[in-house]
């Protein structure tokens, strides 16, 4: 509903200033200052908290109030960068030199769930104002209850050094090579957790300060003849990891953020009705404690993410005789690893024992009482490194009579550890596909796109002498991104998830052996090996006696096609012209309904069915998916794609 809808503002202020000097015919210097300040709200609809009221399960939800993740939530970035770069040229060198100096200051305030969040389970409990069994409510404030005291306003700075030689070997070899060191460093530090440091033995105010990284990196370019150029690179990348992950122990040091206990929400709502969503119910409010919140924290052995990248290429041109001359191809292949990168953890989770297929692990919380559903987030780095191998190749040819083309394929086999999607540390941790929690491992990049085939034609003509008539059609044929099939959970916490984490299809599917699989406990279960089976088959799921790795399957092709003519005019003067413009996106879509839909997933997994528990001896229970399992490789049509656009319009220059 439109009091659910907020307005994304920023507003932003840039100045920039560079001084180029020429000391000598083989000196010159460039001195660079540049200021840049970003201020983002979210401009509600509402001062109602977050309220929805689901019809039926899946079914339709009305949803209205303020966004729970919109409650409060303002940032503003100060960036000031000084930089010095040197060139100087000595016989067959060209020496690039230089230092930039980065001061960031981050101000943000995100009160996640300050207003309340209410989530009714049907119309019946809406109707009703009552929280029952399936419904919710949740609140996380400040402990003062002022969702001003969550703000942080920290700054960090990064010093970059670099130096680079071009050295011209021959008059056809030119190598390149250079080292760059980095170092960050930050005088601010998360408020210090006592409580945090009796239970670990160190603290939570790692901020990063003083880590550093040497990036060396070297290319040779060798021109073999006149029509073909081979390169070859190596060098090592800094991450380039979202301040905000750096930020997170600041949000949420477990003193200042608390979220209210659940068993003061039950002790309420059990006697008291729903009377308004304009505010938190005082017993509520009174239940948050100072130091009894959940924690974001950095591991103090924390090293800088980096990826090695390697590349090989080549470029050439050739003639094809009656089919024209100066065709030109290129190739690239490039090999990444990925090493250090950050992943999640929760180490409020002990492990206590396996499943039955001694693969899965369980875990208790080494919290109790009101502090039972306390996390810690950790962000540390992934004992195993992903890599990516990505394939590009592309043929160009223009003729004489204004034909021009370019054709291409790239082919993706990319590995990782965690997609680190969110800007939240909870989420990040909340939303990774794992087999058991805290334990990372190396699969199939969910970002990964398999083959990508990519086709433009343009014609450029002068219909009207003087003025150029530009026909472009642009096609694209791709593979969909990959999903996993996991268990569908709903406050299932016999793996030890707890209620921040229990109810989302985290978990990869153990896929039984068979009907005599003693994994599984078949009486308890809501569903037969032979139903179960036929969804699998359906599924195209073919692994039976093991948990399933991430990312196995894949979402469907798209096919895309766009289309656009554009013709120049006079203008009205001298040095005046227009050009009218007539596009369509999706082309292939107005040509028939079917063509052109991308059909994709709305989240990253789907379960193959539901999770029931554990019995005593670690057994599975099985259930069948609620509300029936969908099988297929998508769940729904996206709108904004799938649909063809028309653009009619006329620039004009003067």
Not at 124 to 129: A, G, H, L, V
Not at 432 to 451: L, M
């Given at each position: 509903?439109?009091s659910n809808?907020?307005t994304y503002?920023?507003?932003m202020?840039?100045?920039?200033?560079?001084?180029y000097?020429?000391?000598?015919?083989?000196f010159s210097?460039?001195?660079g200052?540049?200021y840049?300040d970003?201020?983002?709200d979210?401009v509600t609809?509402?001062n109602l908290?977050?309220?929805?009221?689901?019809?039926f399960?899946r079914g339709?939800?009305?949803v209205?109030g303020?966004?729970r993740?919109?409650?409060a939530n303002?940032?503003?970035?100060k960036?000031?960068?000084?930089s010095?770069d040197?060139?100087y040229l000595?016989?067959d060198?060209?020496?690039?030199?230089g230092?930039q100096y980065e001061?960031?200051?981050l101000?943000n305030l995100?009160?996640?769930n300050s207003?309340?969040?209410?989530e009714?389970?049907?119309?019946?409990?809406?109707?009703s104002?009552?929280i029952?069994q399936y419904?919710?409510f949740?609140?996380?404030?400040a402990y003062?209850?002022?969702?001003?005291d969550?703000a942080y306003?920290v700054?960090?700075?990064?010093?970059s050094?670099y130096?680079?030689?071009?050295?011209?070997l021959?008059?056809?070899v030119v190598?390149t090579?250079?080292?760059?060191y980095?170092?960050?460093?930050s005088?601010?530090?998360p408020t210090?957790?006592?409580?945090?440091v009796?239970?670990y033995?160190?603290n939570?105010?790692?901020?990063?300060?003083?880590?550093d990284?040497?990036?060396?990196r070297v290319?040779v370019?060798w021109?073999?003849?006149d029509?073909l150029?081979?390169?070859f690179?190596?060098?090592?990348?800094?991450?380039?990891?979202p301040?905000?992950w750096?930020?997170n122990?600041f949000?949420n040091d477990g003193?200042?953020?608390?979220a209210a206990?659940?068993?003061?929400?039950?002790a309420y709502y059990?006697?008291?009705?729903?009377t308004?969503f304009?505010?938190?119910?005082q017993d509520?409010?009174n239940?948050?404690?100072?130091g009894?919140?959940s924690?974001n924290?950095?591991?103090?052995?924390?090293k800088?993410?980096?990826?090695?990248?390697s590349?090989?290429s080549?470029?050439?041109e050739?003639?094809?005789?009656?089919?024209?001359?100066?065709y030109?191809w290129?190739?690239e292949?490039?090999y990444h690893?990925?090493?250090?990168e950050?992943?999640?953890?929760?180490?409020?989770?002990v492990e206590s024992?396996?499943?039955a297929?001694?693969?899965r692990?369980?875990?208790d919380s080494?919290?109790t009482?009101?502090?039972?559903d306390?996390?810690?987030?950790?962000?540390?780095n992934?004992?195993?490194?992903?890599?990516?191998?990505?394939l590009?190749?592309?043929?160009?040819k223009?003729?004489d009579?204004g034909i021009?083309?370019?054709?291409?394929y790239?082919?993706q086999d990319v590995?990782?550890?965690q997609s680190?999607?969110s800007?939240?540390?909870?989420s990040?941790?909340?939303?990774n596909e794992?087999?058991?929690?805290n334990?990372d491992?190396?699969?199939r990049?969910h970002?990964?796109?398999?083959?990508s085939?990519?086709?433009?034609?343009n014609?450029?003509?002068?219909?009207f002498?003087?003025y150029?008539?530009?026909?472009?059609v642009?096609?694209?044929?791709?593979s969909?991104r990959?999903?996993?099939w996991?268990?569908?959970?709903y406050k299932?916490g016999?793996?030890g998830?707890?209620?921040?984490?229990y109810s989302?299809s985290a978990?990869?599917?153990?896929?039984?052996?068979?009907?005599?699989?003693?994994?599984?406990?078949w009486?308890?279960?809501?569903?037969?090996w032979?139903?179960?089976?036929?969804f699998?088959?359906?599924a195209g799921?073919s692994?039976?006696?093991?948990i399933?790795?991430?990312?196995?399957?894949t979402?469907?092709w798209?096919?895309?096609?766009?289309i656009s003519?554009?013709q120049e005019f006079?203008g009205f003067a001298?040095g005046h012209k227009g050009?009218?413009?007539?596009?369509i996106d999706n082309?292939?879509?107005?040509?028939?309904?079917d063509w052109?839909?991308?059909?994709t997933l709305?989240?990253?997994?789907?379960?193959?069915?539901?999770f029931?528990?554990?019995?005593?001896?670690?057994k599975?229970?099985?259930d069948k998916v609620y509300?029936g399992a969908?099988v297929r490789?998508?769940?729904s049509?996206?709108l904004?794609?799938?649909?063809?656009?028309?653009k009619i319009?006329v620039?004009y220059k003067?």
């Amino acid at each position: 509903m439109a009091s659910n809808r907020y307005t994304y503002a920023t507003d932003m202020s840039n100045i920039a200033a560079k001084l180029y000097s020429d000391w000598t015919g083989e000196f010159s210097t460039e001195i660079g200052v540049s200021y840049k300040d970003v201020k983002s709200d979210s401009v509600t609809n509402s001062n109602l908290g977050a309220v929805e009221a689901t019809t039926f399960y899946r079914g339709p939800s009305f949803v209205f109030g303020t966004d729970r993740y919109r409650h409060a939530n303002v940032s503003q970035t100060k960036n000031l960068i000084l930089s010095f770069d040197g060139t100087y040229l000595f016989d067959d060198h060209e020496i690039q030199f230089g230092l930039q100096y980065e001061d960031l200051n981050l101000y943000n305030l995100f009160g996640d769930n300050s207003k309340g969040s209410w989530e009714f389970s049907s119309f019946q409990e809406f109707e009703s104002q009552t929280i029952g069994q399936y419904s919710q409510f949740s609140y996380g404030n400040a402990y003062t209850n002022d969702v001003n005291d969550l703000a942080y306003d920290v700054s960090r700075s990064q010093l970059s050094l670099y130096v680079e030689d071009t050295y011209y070997l021959t008059d056809d070899v030119v190598l390149t090579a250079g080292i760059r060191y980095e170092r960050l460093s930050s005088d601010d530090t998360p408020t210090l957790n006592t409580a945090f440091v009796n239970t670990y033995g160190y603290n939570n105010q790692e901020n990063l300060d003083g880590l550093d990284i040497i990036l060396p990196r070297v290319n040779v370019e060798w021109t073999a003849t006149d029509d073909l150029t081979l390169a070859f690179g190596i060098g090592r990348f800094q991450g380039g990891i979202p301040n905000v992950w750096y930020n997170n122990p600041f949000q949420n040091d477990g003193l200042t953020y608390v979220a209210a206990p659940e068993n003061a929400i039950d002790a309420y709502y059990n006697v008291n009705p729903v009377t308004s969503f304009d505010g938190v119910p005082q017993d509520i409010q009174n239940s948050l404690v100072q130091g009894a919140g959940s924690t974001n924290y950095t591991d103090p052995n924390f090293k800088l993410p980096s990826s090695w990248r390697s590349r090989i290429s080549a470029d050439y041109e050739f003639d094809l005789g009656s089919l024209g001359n100066g065709y030109k191809w290129s190739t690239e292949l490039m090999y990444h690893v990925k090493e250090n990168e950050a992943v999640w953890t929760n180490t409020a989770l002990v492990e206590s024992g396996l499943a039955a297929d001694g693969e899965r692990i369980i875990y208790d919380s080494r919290y109790t009482g009101d502090l039972a559903d306390n996390f810690d987030i950790q962000m540390t780095n992934a004992p195993d490194d992903g890599r990516s191998i990505i394939l590009s190749t592309a043929l160009a040819k223009q003729w004489d009579n204004g034909i021009s083309m370019t054709m291409s394929y790239a082919h993706q086999d990319v590995t990782e550890n965690q997609s680190g999607s969110s800007s939240r540390a909870q989420s990040n941790y909340k939303y990774n596909e794992i087999k058991s929690r805290n334990v990372d491992f190396v699969s199939r990049g969910h970002y990964e796109v398999e083959h990508s085939f990519k086709l433009n034609f343009n014609y450029v003509t002068q219909l009207f002498e003087g003025y150029d008539t530009n026909v472009n059609v642009f096609f694209e044929r791709r593979s969909g991104r990959p999903f996993s099939w996991t268990m569908g959970m709903y406050k299932d916490g016999d793996l030890g998830d707890t209620r921040d984490f229990y109810s989302n299809s985290a978990y990869l599917a153990y896929i039984p052996s068979g009907p005599n699989d003693t994994n599984v406990n078949w009486s308890q279960s809501g569903i037969s090996w032979d139903e179960l089976e036929v969804f699998l088959n359906k599924a195209g799921i073919s692994e039976r006696g093991q948990i399933l790795d991430r990312n196995t399957a894949t979402q469907p092709w798209v096919t895309t096609m766009d289309i656009s003519i554009k013709q120049e005019f006079a203008g009205f003067a001298n040095g005046h012209k227009g050009q009218i413009f007539f596009m369509i996106d999706n082309f292939a879509n107005l040509l028939n309904d079917d063509w052109g839909i991308e059909k994709t997933l709305d989240y990253t997994s789907k379960a193959i069915y539901d999770f029931g528990g554990l019995d005593n001896d670690g057994k599975y229970i099985l259930d069948k998916v609620y509300g029936g399992a969908d099988v297929r490789d998508y769940s729904s049509t996206n709108l904004s794609s799938s649909g063809w656009q028309m653009k009619i319009g006329v620039n004009y220059k003067f």
